[in-house]
T-cell receptor, first 114, second 113 residues
Framework: GENVEQHPSTLSVQEGDSAVIKCTYS??????FPWYKQELGKRPQLIID?????GEKKDQRIAVTLNKTAKHFSLHITETQPEDSAVYFC?????????????FGGGTRVLVKP | DGGITQSPKYLFRKEGQNVTLSCEQN?????MYWYRQDPGQGLRLIYY???????QKGDIAEGYSVSREKKESFPLTVTSAQKNPTAFYLC????????????FGDGTRLSIL
């Protein structure tokens, strides 16, 4: 089955700096890659997603890049703010995944220091 | 307001007791999922269901059971066989089509008395 690894597990940045989180996946058939943000005690919320026919997608200060050849994708947060502090999860799924399942990475705890 | 409703928000279980967590969605989604999240950890899939009256085991199904009698409802029972049930339980749903994001409920925090 699919395996998703996420790095780093924790990331501390100064307010205004950029943050980058990387994920690698094992199944070359995977074609959908969402990113979720989870604040303490809350539900994970989708912040951006990308499909395999696209190499990059941006939404204001957030961007995701996908390298299908290397089987990795990354989340980029620019001009970080204290409210960006949370745990971020990447995930992957492919067309044959039973039940349209997502395989999640282990999460990255991001701390933005004022 | 469309969404996924989980109840209760907090639940306490006594030794040897089965407890049931509720998950209801009004998004008309076909697929529903249950995840377990331990402190500081990622999401692990317990069970999922693609259609009514059908469900599949996830990665950590032992000690849990589910039913899917209605499209909008997917309750999870934590049985007495689950010896370490303390965790945050999240329900999610999405349309059947490939490449659709999962939407999550607010979760139920289960603890042992």
């Amino acid at each position: 089955g699919e395996n998703v690894e996420q790095h780093p597990s924790t990331l501390s940045v100064q307010e205004g700096d950029s943050a980058v989180i990387k994920c690698t996946y094992s199944d070359s058939a995977s074609n959908y890659f969402p990113w979720y943000k989870q604040e303490l005690g809350k539900r994970p919320q989708l912040i951006i997603d990308i499909r395999s026919n696209v190499g990059e997608k941006k939404d204001q200060r957030i961007a995701v890049t996908l390298n299908k050849t290397a089987k990795h994708f990354s989340l980029h947060i620019t001009e970080t703010q204290p409210e960006d502090s949370a745990v971020y999860f990447c995930a992957a799924s492919h067309p044959q995944a039973a039940g349209n399942k997502l395989t999640f990475g282990g999460g990255t705890r991001v701390l933005v220091k004022p | 307001d469309g969404g996924i409703t989980q109840s209760p928000k907090y639940l306490f279980r006594k030794e040897g007791q089965n407890v049931t967590l509720s998950c209801e969605q009004n998004l008309n989604h076909d697929a529903m999922y249950w995840y377990r999240q331990d402190p500081g950890q990622g999401l692990r899939l317990i069970y999922y269901s693609q259609i009514v009256n059908d469900f599949q085991k996830g990665d950590i199904a032992e000690g849990y059971s589910v039913s899917r009698e209605k499209k909008e409802s997917f309750p999870l029972t934590v049985t007495s066989a689950q010896k370490n049930p303390t965790a945050f339980y999240l329900c999610a749903s999405n349309p059947w089509d490939n490449g659709q994001p999962q939407h999550f409920g607010d979760g139920t925090r289960l603890s042992i008395l």
